[in-house]
Structure formats: structure tokens, C-alpha cells
């Protein structure tokens, strides 16, 4: 068990619709990272929250967006979705203060699956 | 861009030594090499990190030479449930130039142990 939690753990939903995913860091850590990884792709770095502000942006799409919050969880909202949205959503922490070299702890992953 | 080449896949027996090499060509000074193990469906979870020589801990050795545009992942006598997918990374250590580029995962080496 890594300490970060992810809800939900499955998502079923239909094209054209929006979902939140929802992300609770371990205990202390200010960073937040999401990474989607479909069956082909790997995994994919989207984006990266420290201490309630946006850090990095990786191939993260204009449909999607995300927020850390103050008490340091995450949500990552998919709006528009489309049948390639479908994938295994991972939220990473990590403490933030060593920049890249931070060993990140990911969640159990949120398995989306767009009809 | 300090992005990795490692095998796409390898086989090995129960018991053997495995060595996992991924090439970062364009690795920069403060660039640190971390590996990532991966079971199917569940998030990531870190093993190693080094930045030159030898590093070793209980679960693993990294290789990492002078030049250090490759590094090479040791796993001591492998076993059934080390089969998994193996992830090489470059990440930065300055906090401020931390960006996407320096989270990039990619496919990684699918380990399959043979018993």
C-alpha cells in the first residue's frame, strides 16, 4: 500500500460525457501527478501539481484539466470523452522537495472505460 | 531531452541474474537515472536511483557508467513474481526545470521470468 488513494476504482460512462477523477496524496506529500496509460501507449505523464500550483504539464489534452486543492488532494476532470479516453488513470505523490529526483508513490489507478 | 532506449521485452529463467540496460544519450549534468517496477494493473513503484558507479539496495543494483549515457538494472536471481514491466527514467534534480520531459516513462522492458 503506497499511502495515496484514487476514487473511483472503476468508471464506466458514454462518449460526450465528463468525469472527475479524484486523487488523495500520501500523508505530508506536496506533490501531485496524474499519468494515463492505455493498452498501447504506456504510461503517459499529463500533469503535475506542487503545494496547490500547477509544476509541470506533460501531453495532457485541452479537454482535460486538473486542481490541487488546499488540503492538498487532486482531481483531474475529462470532459468530451471519447472512445480513446479509455485507459488506467494513475495519481503519483511524492514530498516535492527534491524536484525530479522525488520517488513518487502512485495510487491504484482509476480504470476509465468510455462506451 | 533526455529521453531512454531500453528493450522492449526479455525472458529469463527463475534463479538467473537479469540485466536491464537503457541507453539516455542526451543525459545532462544534474540528471539523476531512476527505475520503476510495474505488476499489470497496478500503479508503478519505485526501485532504484542513481547517479554514477554503483548503487544497491535490497531489491536491486544499478550499474551506471562514467560517461553515464546508459545504466544498466541488476535483479538478483529473479523469481516468478519479479515478472514485470521496468521503467527507466531520467529525471532532473533542479526543482525549477523540473518539466514534462523529465517524467517520461515510456514503454519499458517487460520482464517475463521463466519458471
Known amino acids: 500500500d503506497s499511502g495515496v488513494t484514487q476514487t473511483p476504482k472503476h468508471l464506466i460512462t458514454a462518449t460526450g460525457q465528463r468525469v472527475t477523477l479524484r486523487c488523495s496524496p500520501r500523508?505530508?506529500?506536496?506533490?501531485v501527478y496524474w499519468y494515463q496509460q492505455s493498452l498501447d501507449q504506456g504510461l503517459q505523464f499529463l500533469i503535475q501539481?506542487?503545494?496547490?500550483?500547477?509544476?509541470a504539464k506533460g501531453n495532457i489534452l485541452e479537454r482535460f484539466s486538473a486542481q490541487q486543492f488546499p488540503d492538498l488532494h487532486s482531481e483531474l476532470n475529462l470532459s468530451s470523452l471519447e472512445l480513446g479516453d479509455s485507459a488506467l488513470y494513475f495519481c503519483?505523490?511524492?514530498?516535492?522537495?527534491?524536484?525530479?529526483?522525488?520517488?513518487?508513490?502512485f495510487g491504484p489507478g482509476t480504470r476509465l472505460t468510455v462506451l | 531531452l533526455a529521453k531512454t532506449t531500453q528493450p522492449i521485452s526479455m525472458d529469463s529463467y527463475e534463479g538467473q541474474e537479469v540485466n536491464i540496460t537503457c541507453s539516455h544519450n542526451?543525459?545532462?549534468?544534474?540528471?539523476?537515472i531512476t527505475w520503476y517496477q510495474q505488476f499489470p494493473s497496478q500503479g508503478p513503484r519505485f526501485i532504484i536511483q542513481?547517479?554514477?558507479t554503483k548503487v544497491t539496495n535490497e531489491v536491486a543494483s544499478l550499474f551506471i557508467p562514467a560517461d553515464r549515457k546508459s545504466s544498466t538494472l541488476s535483479l538478483p536471481r529473479v523469481s516468478l513474481s519479479d515478472t514485470a514491466v521496468y521503467y527507466c527514467?531520467?529525471?532532473?534534480?533542479?526543482?525549477?526545470?523540473?518539466?514534462?520531459?523529465?517524467?517520461?516513462f515510456g514503454t519499458g522492458t517487460r520482464l517475463t521470468v521463466i519458471p
Open positions: 500523508s505530508g506529500d506536496l506533490s
Open positions: 542513481g547517479y554514477k
Open positions: 501539481y506542487y503545494n496547490g500550483e500547477e509544476r
Open positions: 503519483a505523490s511524492s514530498e516535492g522537495s527534491k524536484g525530479g529526483t522525488d520517488t513518487q508513490y
Open positions: 527514467l531520467v529525471v532532473g534534480a533542479i526543482p525549477d526545470q523540473t518539466g514534462a520531459n523529465n517524467l517520461f
Open positions: 542526451n543525459i545532462a549534468t544534474n540528471d539523476y
